[in-house]
Nanobody, 114 residues
Framework: QVQLVESGGGLVQAGGSLRLSCAAS????????MSWYRQAPGKQRELVAT???????NYADSVKGRFTISRDNAKNTVYLQMNNLKPEDTAVYYC????????WGQGTQVTVSS
């Protein structure tokens, strides 16, 4: 059974930083592409960043240069380092892996005050 557990969210002022973590179990983690999504109130869930099993990364234009996705295969964990946070980054952030279907964690709230 796939399980994804996010942590690291919180309240931060604009310009601040947060580091999100997602611990995965029930999958062959090192073989899987991992992604972070976010969903703001009243908006659709959107892709933020992806890291492939080989370590290649892709980012949404809105976070390029500010967010960094990384992974530690020894810990079955994917991270999202978020710097220079803006109020528009406020959302629930979800970890995602595709195993025949989309699998999601419970999400972690990030709130950026202006």
């Amino acid at each position: 059974q796939v399980q994804l557990v996010e942590s690291g969210g919180g309240l931060v002022q604009a310009g601040g930083s947060l580091r999100l973590s997602c611990a995965a179990s029930g999958i062959k983690f090192s073989f899987k592409d991992m992604s972070w999504y976010r969903q703001a109130p009243g908006k659709q869930r959107e892709l933020v960043a992806t890291i492939t099993s080989g370590g290649s990364t892709n980012y949404a234009d809105s976070v390029k240069g500010r967010f960094t996705i990384s992974r530690d295969n020894a810990k079955n964990t994917v991270y999202l380092q978020m710097n220079n946070l803006k109020p528009e980054d406020t959302a629930v952030y979800y970890c995602n892996v595709k195993v025949f279907r989309d699998c999601w964690g419970q999400g972690t709230q990030v709130t950026v005050s202006s």
